[in-house]
């Protein structure tokens, strides 16, 4: 059984940085994919970032250049480090992971960004 647990969540002012972390209880390079996800209150939940086995990145738009998604396979962790947050990045953000036909949700990390 795998398990997915995010951290590094928190209240920051709008231009703040966090680090999230995405920590695995299996070993992470079997994963074909990992990534974040974030919902807002009301919304629909909507993919943010993913990273591949290889260590290919990408972003949704409205995250390019703010935002950074990185693995440490050693720690069995993803990281996603988020620069001049604003009150739009607001949300609880999940982790998931992927392999194969099997999916992996973490429980979420509470971001929110006060003005």
């Known amino acids: 059984q795998v398990q997915l647990v995010e951290s590094g969540g928190g209240l920051v002012q709008a231009g703040g940085s966090l680090r999230l972390s995405c920590a695995a209880s299996g070993n992470i390079i079997s994963f074909v994919y990992m990534g974040w996800y974030r919902q807002a209150p009301g919304k629909q939940r909507e993919w943010v970032a993913t990273i591949t086995s290889g260590g290919i990145t990408s972003y949704t738009d409205s995250v390019k250049g703010r935002f950074t998604i990185s693995r440490d396979n050693a720690k069995n962790t993803v990281y996603l480090q988020m620069n001049s947050l604003n009150t739009e990045d607001t949300a609880v953000y999940y982790c998931?992971?992927?392999?194969?036909?099997?999916?992996?949700w973490g429980q979420g990390t509470q971001v929110t960004v006060s003005s």
């Open positions: 998931k992971a992927g392999r194969g036909f099997d999916h992996y």
